[in-house]
């Protein structure tokens, strides 16, 4: 793809987030609601009947139409090709609603199995078994779709919910996050794995996943194809974790507190944790999100640290690290999509009637299990389970499987004494 296709004008991923964010929600407030399309069927003459009729799928039609629009711009915001978009976006919104469909089956919906999973099974079997591509596999952000998703989630979550279970996240993530770092690099040094990874695969297991693996290596200058393999055990560990964690929850009969504190805590990447506490229930889904934003916070503060260490270890100081760790650090590994997160909630627990809020309340909440979707339907396309069996050591991948079974344990543990 031409450099000139792909840079013209760009802005930060988490600010056109938060942009594009309210502008659904200001849509959705005061301009046009969104009708939400029924997924609802037990058997072929009412899958026929609810979700093929041509009043659904005319319902479907205008979701697709809005979020390509919401898309669109956020293609031009970060500079990516609008052509390639159009061409990309249709693909991966028939496979969500194949998705959603699936989800909506009234067995289906008896196991509690949510349209996420669907949608990130599909896109793996897509994206493992067929070579799309590279325009088709660059076209689509996950991120962009999952943030806008997290920032609508907002409206659904009153402020006294953060202020009441924030500040338990808050010392659960610290705990966890100093606890688990720590494990991870102290064993990654006994197996002998390389600075870099031993970084990356720290943060990553301890923070948030792909986000922290991105900052940490940024922070260092990492090797690119060291990040690309760390991102890769990040998105397929959280995949049996967002899947089989709320089941041993529920065998264990833990609360919808612990089990969403459990979850925000030690699965790593915030997509999956939305998608796991939602599996659970809509308190679930709360606390693991305010505990897993309680990490995101801590991004800034532990890529500022990791700035640091980086540059005075006198094991780095030969690696041309220029770089030197300021306030500007922290703000640019801050996640700034929390800001959207926080003020949309600011904004429906103070500010708005419940008059103004009620009409637009059920397309917001559709709106955002759609971005979700999308977004997991980008995941899968995006992984290539392979990746993980290519590389010529494999103690990188031992250490980062036995950093994560730490992480579930004692994060379970430090869940029910705060939360139980």
């Not at 493992?128 to 998703?149: A, C, H, M, Y």
């Not at 640290?305 to 922290?330: D, R």
């Amino acid at each position: 793809m031409p450099e000139s296709t792909t840079k013209r004008f760009a802005l930060h991923e988490d600010w056109v987030v938060v942009i594009l964010g309210f502008l659904v929600i200001f849509c959705a407030l005061f301009f046009y609601i969104v009708p939400v399309p029924t997924f609802k069927w037990a058997d072929g003459q009412s899958l026929v009947g609810n979700v093929l009729a041509p009043a659904n799928l005319a319902i479907i039609l205008i979701q697709f139409l809005f979020l390509a629009t919401v898309g669109l711009l956020g293609a031009l915001f970060l500079g990516k090709s609008a052509k390639w978009f159009l061409l990309g976006f249709p693909v991966v919104f028939m496979i969500t609603m194949v998705a959603l469909a699936l989800a909506g089956n009234a067995f289906v919906k008896s196991l509690n199995l949510e349209a996420v999973i669907f949608s990130l099974a599909i896109g793996l079997a897509i994206g493992n078994l067929f070579k799309l591509p590279q325009w088709f596999r660059d076209t689509l952000s996950t991120e962009l779709f999952v943030k806008i998703g997290l920032v609508l989630l907002g409206t659904g979550v009153i402020f006294s919910d953060i202020l009441k279970a924030g500040s338990l996240g808050l010392v659960q993530a610290l705990v966890v996050v100093l606890s688990v770092w720590y494990f991870a690099f102290w064993l990654c040094k006994k197996l002998n794995v390389d600075q870099e990874l031993t970084m990356m695969i720290s943060s990553a297991v301890s923070i948030c996943g792909v986000s922290a693996a991105i900052a940490t290596s940024g922070a260092i200058k990492g090797d690119p194809k060291k990040l690309s393999y760390v991102i890769s055990m990040v998105l397929i560990t959280a995949i049996p974790m967002m899947i089989f964690m709320p089941y041993i929850a529920s065998y264990l009969s833990l609360s919808q507190e612990v089990t969403g504190a459990w979850l925000g805590g030690s699965i790593d990447t915030t997509g999956a944790v939305v998608a796991s506490g939602s599996l659970v229930g809509e308190e679930a889904l709360k606390i693991s999100t305010i505990v897993k934003f309680s990490q995101n916070v801590l991004l800034g503060i532990a890529a500022f640290a990791i700035s640091i260490y980086w540059t005075y270890n006198s094991s780095a100081q030969g690696a041309g690290i220029v770089e030197k760790p300021t306030l500007k650090v922290i703000w640019e590994r801050f996640p700034k999509f929390v800001l959207g997160f926080v003020a949309a909630s600011l904004l429906f627990s103070f500010i708005l009637s419940p008059e103004l809020i009620a009409p637009a309340k059920d397309s917001l909440k559709n709106l955002q299990n759609a971005w979700f979707t999308l977004a997991f339907t980008s995941i899968g396309r995006e992984t290539n389970i392979k990746d993980l069996f290519k590389h010529d050591n494999k103690k990188p991948l031992y250490a980062f499987l036995i950093a994560q079974l730490f992480n579930i344990l004692i994060t379970l543990l430090i869940a029910y004494f705060l939360f139980g």
